[in-house]
């Protein structure tokens, strides 16, 4: 008979632990000592700085109307415009030298490659932090590497060069649609910067 | 046995405990004798000349720098081929179809020296025909040897497709047993070509373009290409980077760095200069450091070893046969002399006998199998002068066989300088060691020829397991061991005293079943005395075991925890032997409360086989843990089916255990001296 | 007559009190507290095979559950077990018991009686370690001073403030409050003395912040963006919880519960968020809880060999300066030999950088362990060893004299 109550007892106790409160306010008061760590924060950190430290980055404007698209390993920063997402920019590293890389995108449209001297004379724009050379072009774009050729295409790039390599800022889409962003384009450039 | 009651030992039950030790005993000869079954056919090379013995004097004691310490030549050779082949030596049909023995060393030397004889032989185990679909091969039956010439053809797609496997597993998938096996030959083919490889410097040289006037191509050896190097080094510096050589010394360069990847492994056998550094090399890493890197303390000597290499190889294809032994025998003498120098020859000459020997190889054929056999002589007629006679010889062959087991390891003791238990391997023969001491002990104490019948049999069984793990193992269990386990006192301590624990554990668990055989085939032949005499065997060993678990176990966490932290991490292994201990403190507490009885009691020590196997054996197949330096499935196989054994023998027991209880309470009591009843907590408590 | 009845009610009430008290110190309790201890140990042994140590030990062993479900081949089967800790205490309560009455049964019994105290010393010092040790994570530069170790599991909210660019004061919301958050949670934190409060949500116990450039169009609908980046939350780590890095994101309240700020919080990261409030600069952070050494360790010089020709460790070894105020003394850390030090053992770890084997300056990682209860598992083990070798050796001398006996007049 005198057992009941104890069952009872031990019995609740197994049960107690099971309610448990989740409240949804609690007043913080804790503090902890300085130690070594708190010498080395930075104040004022951007999230590049805090999450990928010491990794090359972009900052810039995202123009009305573009679509951000995923990036990879040629495309640092990534969109698409236009119906059916046909046109496209991207910023993009790559080596070689500017001459080369021009030319390439003129062998694109099926135009003849020009000489070093010839750069010089490109039409400049601002685009990161300096004047930078301009190309466009216009016809059927032939990718190359298995896809097929699209008539009636156009190419607005910019091009410049860095110590470590060569950035590309390319933009190519049917052409109406190309020569309709063109302003958006620019104003792209002149906003885009390498983060610190 | 007793002859106070007049009853009679049951014959037919005896007829069958013998059938039953011979059918354990034929198993386990079955198993050894898998590991030395010959070839099914024999490759024909008929131009094949076997070195002289005096050659393969010379070379096995050539000092070489392996694994992480400095052993001789022939333990190199000998588990590189036991991991290629799958046994340590091979046979051919030379001129005239006569049978050649070659063993590892032999075969080694082929594959430095005579490549294209080399290539003939059997070298590779391959398990399973159907790793040759992978590789578009025909392949003989299941189960053979084949040589590198036959797998030639097909090496390209074994590399492809064993890189495409080695991806799955990284991202970690499981692979197939094929799909391991095609890696495993993959890995064997590169190791083995690493060895056909060594000599190619000394066989091809440099060619030199562009040096001479007449635009001459010249062919130079590399000990000369090597006094080169200042000038290399000197244009190296000029230029911003290698690429930018002049193209007749970046040629150069080129063949050097190629010509020295081939010979970076394998024979590493020379020692620095400087007592400080500890690291040996290859001709490979003389050739690079004097020439590549320029960073080597001593290039005089480096081009002196490259020439004594050169010479080497040039005098396997003189006309005087005379030189070549010569030549090794002077590069041998050198290196021993700068290993001696160095304080690191010590142990070689003690490993050359101990391969010599052969201990373990001797104990189980020379000393255990006649010891099972006059032990099977011995049942046929007991009591008998003859059964005397044969028990006698058991003793004897016993005797011989643990003192080759202590031997051999107290050789192996002194030649790494370790506690005798320091890996899975060591176990084994330790295990076995202990086992045969405690029962010779026991029949010293007891008389009844019961306990020495278990000397012979763990003996032989355990040096069987022993080799079988050795061979599928196929690594050197004297290569020093991981930092982690280095702390000497508290690693020897704990890892003697668990070993010793699963020795009592298996020691209980035979006992155990002495009980339930003896019981079942009526061999005591209804005595209660003696059924109680073997249950206080049991009972003690379940004590001894505890006492060994217990401390072993606790030192382990002492041991963890000084080095790093932690007393108990739960690692499968640490639990493995706390199963151990709670399962005997359960034995012992159950009888203590007269939960279990005598049948309990017995039954429940089998049953510790169980608990001791899977946590000597079992935890390492789960593939966690610090203890993890274990191997493949063939043992977790073998492992089940031991459990499983051990299951039907507890279930008959346990059966006629509970008819035998039936039976008692239906029939009236027997008539003959029944012992007074006597209350389970006094018993032993 | 009565007498007898009164008699007779007080023997019956005593052999009642007696009964239970001989059950609970009995064999059988004894017995099913083995045999469950040895079911959880070896299923646990299975079970941590596939899962974290972490979660399995907690799972079959912490006081939070009083039954589990055990896993076998990947499958939970529906038999419950009590759990180990609970277990644990009713066997613990048994020994002390059976201890406590053994001592009235007499000399032969000295053996066990010693043992089971051994015993009880240990399984007391286990608990002990289990409430009362505290570890983390210690890793210094070489050249470099460091007084605080990291927690390995445990997450903690800072928020600092600054004076001059670095932190002077650091409030802490401990991991109790964060332990339980789900994602979808909101918990809102009044900080007592600073002019704003913090509200947490999206808590993810293991995230990774991902740059925007990393997502299309389409994913970037319904996640947050905040400076250029988004918190990806994933599946806790199935093998090692400290791999675990705990995110969520954070709202910066003034006390009426206006927004101020919105921050994005990553246990990845090397610096925190800043943000003003009034003319004041604050940091917030999420991280591993800090644990202060009351002494700085300086790493002088870090060594790691191989054996030589192989990839197997031999040597890891750390020679640093121990500074505290009253001098400094120079020690050597080395694999299997920690520093003990004031209630505090450093162990060598591990090491880095790992994977540039061109690096010529590395970092040491140290394991900081305070534990009270450091010894007793050898003390413990030298009663228990006395205890059951006094037991065996008086078994045996008995067993051995009765064999001799036999053997005589045999």
């Given amino acids: ?196 | 046995m007793s002859e106070l009651s007049g009853l009679q030992p049951n014959p037919i039950g005896r007829w069958i405990a013998f059938g039953l030790i011979l059918t354990l005993l034929g198993g386990v000869f079955s198993l050894a004798v898998k590991t030395m079954l010959p070839d099914k056919e024999y490759p024909e090379i008929s131009e094949y000349e076997p070195w002289s013995e005096e050659v393969i004097e010379t070379a096995r004691g050539l000092p070489i720098h392996e694994g992480g310490r400095v052993k001789p030549f022939e333990t190199y050779a000998g588990f590189t081929l036991l991991g290629m082949r799958g046994d340590r030596g091979l046979r051919i049909l030379g001129e005239d179809g006569e049978m050649i023995k070659i063993g590892p060393v032999e075969w080694m030397l082929d594959a430095l020296f005579r490549p294209e004889l080399g290539k003939q032989l059997p070298s590779f185990r391959v398990d399973n025909s159907d790793v040759f679909e992978t590789i578009g091969m025909v392949g003989k039956e299941k189960r053979d040897r084949y040589s590198y010439a036959e797998l030639e053809p097909h090496l390209e797609q074994l590399i492809t497709v064993s890189t495409e496997f080695q991806e799955l597993k990284d991202q970690g998938t499981e692979l197939s047993t094929v799909q391991k096996q095609t890696v495993e030959l993959a890995y064997n083919i590169r190791v083995y070509e690493q060895i056909l490889s060594y000599f190619d410097f000394a066989r091809y040289g440099v060619e030199f373009q562009g040096f001479s006037e007449s635009g001459q191509d010249d062919q130079k050896p590399m000990s000369v290409t090597l006094s080169m190097a200042p000038v290399l080094q000197q244009a190296m510096s000029d230029v911003p980077s290698p690429d930018q050589l002049p193209a007749r010394l970046s040629h150069i360069l080129q063949q050097v760095h190629s010509l020295a990847n081939r010979s970076a492994r394998s024979l590493v056998i020379f020692p620095p200069g400087d007592a400080e550094n500890e690291q040996w090399r290859a001709a490979g890493n003389l050739i690079f450091e004097v020439m590549v890197t320029g960073e080597h303390e001593n290039p005089a000597q480096a081009i002196a070893d490259i020439q004594a290499l050169e010479y080497l190889m040039a005098t396997t294809i003189s006309e005087d046969k005379g030189a070549f032994p010569v030549a090794l025998k002077k590069l041998q003498g050198n290196v021993e002399e700068r290993a001696r120098a160095r304080g690191e020859y010590r142990a070689v000459p003690w490993e050359l006998s101990y391969n010599e020997a052969n201990w373990f190889f001797r104990a189980t054929f020379l000393a255990f199998v006649p010891a099972c056999l006059f032990l099977v002589l011995s049942w046929l007629s007991p009591k008998s002068t003859f059964a005397r006679v044969m028990t006698w010889l058991v003793w004897t062959f016993s005797v011989a066989g643990l003192a080759a087991i202590v031997v051999g390891t107290a050789q192996r003791v002194i030649i790494t300088q370790r506690p005798p238990v320091t890996g899975l391997y060591d176990t084994i023969p330790f295990i076995t060691a202990a086992l045969i001491i405690v029962a010779m002990i026991a029949e010293l104490l007891t008389r009844r020829r019961i306990a020495i019948a278990i000397a012979p049999i763990v003996g032989f069984t355990g040096l069987v397991i022993a080799r079988l793990f050795e061979y599928g193992d196929a690594s050197d269990p004297n290569d020093p061991l991981l930092a982690v386990l280095r702390s000497n006192f508290w690693l020897t301590t704990h890892v003697l005293t668990i070993t010793f624990g699963y020795a009592a554990g298996f020691l209980t668990a035979a006992f155990g079943l002495v009980y339930l055989f003896m019981r079942i085939l009526k061999l005591d032949g209804g005595d209660k005395s003696v059924r109680r005499f073997i249950t206080r065997m049991t009972y003690g060993c379940v004590c001894f075991t505890l006492f060994l678990s217990l401390v072993g176990t606790v030192l382990g966490g002492i041991w963890a925890n000084y080095s790093w932290g932690r007393f108990w991490g739960w690692d499968p292994k640490e639990n493995g032997a706390l199963l151990i201990v709670i399962w005997m403190l359960f034995i012992l507490h159950a009888r203590m409360g007269g939960i279990i009885r005598e049948w309990g009691t017995n039954l429940c020590a089998i049953f510790g086989a169980v608990v001791v196997t899977f946590s000597w054996w079992h935890v390492n197949l789960l593939g966690v843990g610090l203890h993890a330096y274990g191997f493949s499935e063939s043992r977790k196989l073998a492992v089940f089916i031991f459990y499983g054994m051990i299951g039907v023998v507890i279930l008959v027991g346990f059966g006629f255990a509970v008819y035998d209880r039936f039976n008692k309470q239906a029939k009236p009591q027997r008539a003959g001296p029944e012992p007074p009843a006597i209350p389970p907590e006094t018993v032993e408590a | 007559m009565a007498d007898e009845t009164e008699s007779k009610r007080t023997t019956r009430k005593k052999s009642l009190g007696t009964r239970i008290v001989n059950i609970l110190a009995g064999f059988h309790i004894a017995c099913v507290c083995l045999l469950l201890l040895g079911i959880l140990t070896w299923l646990g042994t299975l079970e941590q095979a596939e899962h974290t140590l972490l979660a399995t030990t907690k799972k079959y062993f912490s006081y939070e559950n009083f039954f589990l479900f055990p896993e076998f081949n990947e499958k939970t089967i529906p038999i419950p077990i009590p759990s180990g800790f609970w277990v644990g205490l009713v066997f613990f309560f048994n020994l002390l018991l059976a201890t406590i009455l053994k001592v009235r049964r007499g000399v032969k019994q000295i053996g066990v009686l010693i043992s089971h105290c051994g015993m009880l010393l240990l399984l007391v010092g286990a608990f002990v370690t289990q409430v009362k040790s505290e570890r983390g994570n210690m890793a210094i530069d070489e050249g470099e001073v460091s007084d605080v170790a990291q927690h390995y599991t445990d997450h903690v909210i800072e928020v600092s403030e600054t004076d001059e660019g670095k932190a002077s004061k650091v409030h802490i919301i401990a991991t109790k409050y964060l332990k339980d958050l789900k994602p979808e949670m909101v918990r809102l934190f009044r900080m007592k003395s600073l002019p704003f409060d913090v509200e947490v949500n999206d808590y993810h116990q293991n995230a990774m912040p991902l740059p925007v450039e990393t997502l299309d169009q389409a994913q970037l609908s319904g996640v947050e963006l905040l400076d250029g980046f988004v918190l990806d939350g994933r599946e806790p780590d199935q093998k090692e919880a400290e791999r675990d890095l705990a995110g969520c994101h954070v709202s910066i309240l003034d006390k009426d519960g206006k927004k101020l700020d919105r921050v994005l919080l990553s246990s990845a990261c090397v610096h925190p968020a800043s943000f003003e409030v009034g003319e004041r600069v604050y940091t917030i952070t999420i991280r591993k809880a800090l644990w202060k050494m009351p002494f700085e360790v300086q790493l002088d010089k870090f060594t790691h060999e191989f054996h030589p020709g192989t990839r197997r460790p031999r040597v890891f070894r750390s020679d640093i300066t121990r500074l505290e105020e009253d001098g400094e003394t120079e020690k050597v850390i080395r694999m299997n030999h920690p520093m003990r030090h004031n209630g505090y053992t450093f162990f060598q770890a591990s090491w880095g950088p790992q994977d540039d084997p061109t690096a010529t300056k590395f970092y040491s990682v140290f394991e900081v362990v305070k534990n009270p209860a450091d010894h007793w598992p050898l003390v413990s083990l030298i009663i228990t060893g006395i205890g059951l070798l006094v037991h065996f050796v008086m078994k045996l001398v008995s067993f051995i004299t009765k064999q001799m006996e036999k053997n005589v007049r045999a």
């Avoid at chain 1, 590049?48 to 920063?77: D, I």
């Avoid at chain 1, 969109?79 to 021009?102: A, C, H, I, K, M």
């Fill in chain 1, 1 to 196: 008979m005198r057992q009941i109550p104890l069952m009872v007892l031990l019995l609740a106790s197994f049960l107690m632990p099971g309610c448990k409160n989740i409240p949804a306010e609690v007043e913080i008061d804790e503090t902890r000592e300085l130690n070594s760590m708190d010498e080395r924060s930075r104040l004022h950190a951007s999230g590049w700085q805090r999450f990928r430290p010491g990794e090359r980055h972009y900052v810039y404007e995202v123009p009305e109307g573009w679509l951000r698209r995923k990036s990879t390993q040629m495309r640092q920063v990534n969109f698409g415009f236009g119906p059916e997402g046909r046109g496209e920019v991207y910023v993009s590293e790559t080596r070689g030298d500017l001459t080369q890389n021009v030319n390439r995108w003129r062998g694109q449209f099926g135009l003849e490659p020009i000489s070093v001297g010839e750069m010089s004379s490109l039409p400049r724009v601002m685009a990161l932090g300096a004047e930078l050379a301009l190309v466009e072009a216009k016809g059927t774009f032939g990718p190359g590497m298995g896809k097929d050729s699209r008539p009636d295409y156009g190419l607005l790039g910019v091009i410049g060069g860095t110590r470590d390599g060569v950035i590309t800022i390319k933009m190519v889409g049917p052409a109406a649609l190309v020569e309709q962003e063109r302003e958006h384009f620019l104003q792209f450039c002149r906003g885009l910067a390498l983060g610190e």
